[in-house]
């Protein structure tokens, strides 16, 4: 199944910090036989509303293949990594 992330990293991180996280995060997904098929990198933007006292964040989107059953593994390993603030996993539907 074709799934999309969205997730949002404090705005405190350096450069390297900022990039061992990405990392870390499609290397999850890799691991649970996934493949990652696009990623789209916004940079920092402004939030709609403060989270953890944080009014900005970097935004990262990626489209991956990913087996149904690995999701809420990958949605508990977001929730425990302590840098990202938010994240949304939606399953793309296919034409």
């Known amino acids: 199944m074709t799934y999309e992330l969205i997730y ?9 910090t900022l990039a ?9 997904i890799t691991g649970a036989n996934g493949e990652i098929t696009h990623r789209d990198d916004w940079g ?11 009014t900005e964040g970097f935004y990262t989107v990626l489209q ?6 690995a999701v809420r593994d990958l949605e508990r ?9 938010r ?3 939606t399953r793309v539907e296919t034409a």
């Open 77 to 85: 390993f977001l929730q425990l990594t302590e840098e990202v603030l």
């Open 8 to 16: 949002i990293i404090r705005p405190t991180l350096d450069e390297q």
């Open 64 to 69: 991956f293949n990913f087996p149904p059953a």
């Open 20 to 28: 061992t996280v990405k990392e870390k995060v499609e290397k999850h």
């Open 87 to 89: 994240y949304l996993v």
């Open 44 to 54: 920092k933007r402004r939030l709609a509303y403060p989270i953890q006292k944080f």
